[in-house]
T-cell receptor, first 114, second 114 residues
């Protein structure tokens, strides 16, 4: 069974631009969560999608948004990029929304904002 | 107080020894706990999940949970140089509803010396 895939793997943008990242979960998994990882803040939860609906949101500004499609694929968008948005963006896939669900991470998208 | 705390390390152990990694969490209602391994430049990889007090073994790995003390640990027996990585403790805070949100510690860097 294929794992979680994320595209693109690397991205370089300039301040003020916007970016869209894509995530395809493991086949059969319906929940997708997004995390941001930086050296200073570690891994932080961005948001969670299930059945095309955002179910939970972390403490990030409204410039960070996302959506989920009927095939469970998800995208996240960051508008008006800031230097501090440079990070590894990770997508995690799980079967459902039970607290016992195990989450499996994709390889991540490394975003650099210049 | 951080919600999930880990000693950042580095924890240095000789090859063949037992490595003991510790994690404490602040939210007493947390029900599910996960250990991830992250190699430098890679995404987190799920090693173990644990939900009940006591020990859970999987190969060379043993997770231990003590909810009364709000403490979870990971033991790695017969440590190998290939185990050298950052180990992340993650907790599902379970704020009264189904969620896949995980709160991560900052990770412990393990170095296994040949």
């Amino acid at each position: 069974k294929a794992g979680v895939t994320q595209t693109p793997r690397y991205l370089i943008k300039t301040r003020g631009q916007q970016v869209t990242l894509s995530c395809s979960p493991i086949s059969g998994h319906r929940s997708v969560s997004w995390y941001q990882q930086t050296p200073g803040q570690g891994l932080q939860f961005l948001f969670e999608y299930f059945s095309e609906t955002q179910r939970n949101k972390g403490n990030f500004p409204g410039r960070f948004s996302g959506r989920q499609f009927s095939n469970s694929r998800s995208e996240m968008n960051v508008s008006t990029l800031e230097l501090g948005d440079s990070a590894l963006y990770l997508c995690a896939s799980s079967l459902g929304r039970d607290k016992y669900n195990e989450q499996f991470f994709g390889p991540g998208t490394r975003l650099t904002v210049l | 107080q951080k919600e999930v705390e880990q000693n950042s390390g580095p924890l240095s152990v000789p090859e063949g020894a037992i490595a003991s990694l510790n994690c404490t969490y602040s939210d007493r209602v947390s029900q599910s706990f996960f250990w991830y391994r992250q190699y430098s430049g890679k995404s987190p990889e799920l090693i173990m999940s644990i939900y009940s007090n006591g020990d859970k073994e999987d190969g060379r790995f043993t997770a231990q949970l003590n909810k009364a003390s709000q403490y979870v640990s990971l033991l790695i027996r017969d440590s190998q140089p290939s185990d050298s990585a950052t180990y992340l403790c993650a907790v599902n805070p379970d704020y009264g509803g189904a969620t896949n949100k995980l709160i991560f510690g900052t990770g412990t860097l393990l170095a296994v010396q040949p």
